[in-house]
DNA sequence: CTGAAAGCGCTTACAG
DNA sequence: CTGAAAGCGCTTACAG
């Protein structure tokens, strides 16, 4: 058996009223109790219930995260184990536990969220991926529930969300490719679904426009974002007949699928055809050639979604707050024509 | 204000003992009532209070993930997002949902636990890496609470731990680097702290022992395990004179910074110096030269972990298990001479 | 400064 | 098949 605030009151000979105000560091109790009771306390080897406690408080200091699809699936990629890393960092700081859930169907997903939202387990959610059409944000919304999305959100704009400026990086990376020289630039795993992929399409169809090269939409392909299917997106595009000098890649994973094809045709990267890619891997870095690719700060998302949540969770979710993280251009050998 | 089972039993001209059957799929109650109770809830939007359930039940369907360390600094690490998304995958399977607490200093480490264990938030702990004289693991015994340690521990026979088993394939690794003719192989990164890597020195010592070479202490260097600090371990060998002509690193990451400084030093990989690590980071594939590693198998550790600690959850932790995942040698060009 | 009582939202023997 | 009541282990106005 567990031993509860009645034992120690009993031993102590006082109310447990008392000794949940000791325990509450309540400055009404003297010391003189308030010291007998601790010393009881230790004896017994007692830790309050946080069940118990949370139920007549309403508060349980955790917040979920919810992740997309088969988390399995999902932290094969450094990306979400990166974000994660962020809100555990600030959730530390403010004493805050993190209870992780992965959904595998849609249709989990309402369950899910209201497990944790209605069922009274966390203060607020973080979704870690904002997709268009989110029944997720659409269900927070409507249960009135605090909530951070990673990634811009279209659905609504009472909501708080946490997202590079995709569009200005990929625009930025498009203009790289068109300095060096290219007009036939390739964009792959642009997903209809993903708001940042289509953020990006954006920001590479104002590049092209801005420099007067035309949009091929055959060089445009769609792909599922995290997938390893950059090898079969770029066959795609050569068997068509398109001939690219330059690929950007929506994630690096891609990038590297794509790049294995290009070799596999016998294309040098880059002075046969430039690649890069987003999110910038630790592999990136060290692959043959490098690879150029953005460095979205996942960390940094992770870290600003959980203030946010804070933010929300104590404003009584009245307020709602968007925040851009620094993306940066990180220019290596994939982009670079050899002089 | 949320809508609660009383609410529903107003509504429906039940009792709440009615509804919460009704929830529970008692099959005493009749379909017309279920029913009844079942369409007003979804009217209503209704949704169990799980603290509620849980402190009138204990159970509460959570785990407890505990990252030594700060997670920020852990995770940096892809060992243990690996690790977390084994038990994510078991957790899943089984509806559990994980809550991940990460310990900054020793002090906070009892009451973290204390927190989950006695708090009634999680009905189980795993421990993320098993250390000497552990005490987590030590207060966890005191309080008798289910637990499984990620690292075989030498704290006590009575525990539940999964592991490779370190100390052959640490064998296997030097009896390679032997067969390849090396006879002064140094080994870093060993930490008196962290139960594995010293299995692996054992693996080695053994190794050379049975192929009669002498085991030279100063080139056994101790190092914290994780850290990037394989540059200054194996500048700190080289500087006292030793000339090792093979170095074996508890992690690749202390490999990688080992290959740095033995690149400054103008040695050649794997002709002058032959390397190898241990956890083969993704990286390691592709680096050059490849890194020859030893492949933990993260994930399965993960898994299993979630796999013993259900067990003990169920048996109310009268039986114990320990449980090896296999390990495999990855020999790269690290440490394969030019022919 | 301290206690008795009601309440947080459920579950579950017990009784009918 | 259903309900009244007690209980899970806390907190917190209210009263003194």
């Given at each position: 058996m567990r031993v509860t605030i009645n034992d120690i009151a009993k031993k102590a000979n006082v109310s447990p009223s008392t000794v949940s105000r000791v325990i509450a560091n309540n400055?009404?109790?003297s010391s003189t109790t308030s010291e007998k009771v601790l010393k009881i306390m230790k004896e017994m080897n007692y830790h309050p219930n946080m069940i118990a406690r949370s139920l007549a408080?309403?508060?349980?200091k955790i917040i979920g995260v919810i992740v997309p699809g088969a988390i399995e699936k999902a932290f094969q990629h450094p990306f979400f184990p990166e974000i994660l890393r962020g809100i555990a960092s600030e959730a530390h700081k403010n004493t805050y536990n993190i209870l992780i859930s992965s959904v595998t169907e849609v249709k989990d997903e309402k369950q899910v969220i209201n497990e944790l939202a209605k069922g009274g387990i966390a203060e607020g959610i973080i979704l870690m991926t904002s997709r268009m059409k989110d029944p997720s944000i659409a269900e927070l919304i409507k249960i009135n529930f605090p909530f951070v999305v990673i990634g811009r959100s279209?659905?609504?704009?009472e909501i708080n969300w946490v997202d590079n400026d995709n569009f200005s990086v990929a625009y930025e990376l498009t203009k790289h490719f068109i300095n060096q020289g290219h007009k036939k630039i390739a964009l792959i795993g642009?997903?209809?679904?993903v708001v940042v992929t289509l953020d990006r399409l954006e920001g590479y169809k104002k590049a092209l426009l801005d420099s007067n090269l035309e949009i091929d939409e055959g060089l445009i392909v769609e792909g599922k974002?995290?997938?390893?299917i950059g090898y079969g997106l770029m066959k795609k595009i050569l068997d068509e007949g398109a001939r690219p000098t330059g690929v950007i890649a929506c994630d690096d994973v891609l990038a590297f699928g794509a790049i294995k094809l290009l070799t596999e045709y016998g294309?040098?990267?880059?002075?046969d055809i430039a690649v890069a890619g987003f999110n910038?891997?630790?592999l990136s870095d060290y692959s043959t050639p490098s690879l150029t690719s953005v460095e979205v700060n996942a960390f940094g998302l992770g870290a600003k979604a959980f203030q946010l949540l804070i933010k929300s969770i104590n404003s009584n979710y009245e307020v709602f707050n968007k925040a851009i993280v620094p993306a940066q251009l990180v220019i290596r050998n994939s982009t670079l024509k050899q002089v």
């Open positions: 400055p009404r109790i408080n309403r508060s349980t279209m659905v609504d704009s642009v997903s209809k679904q974002f995290f997938d390893d294309l040098k990267i880059p002075d910038n891997l630790p």
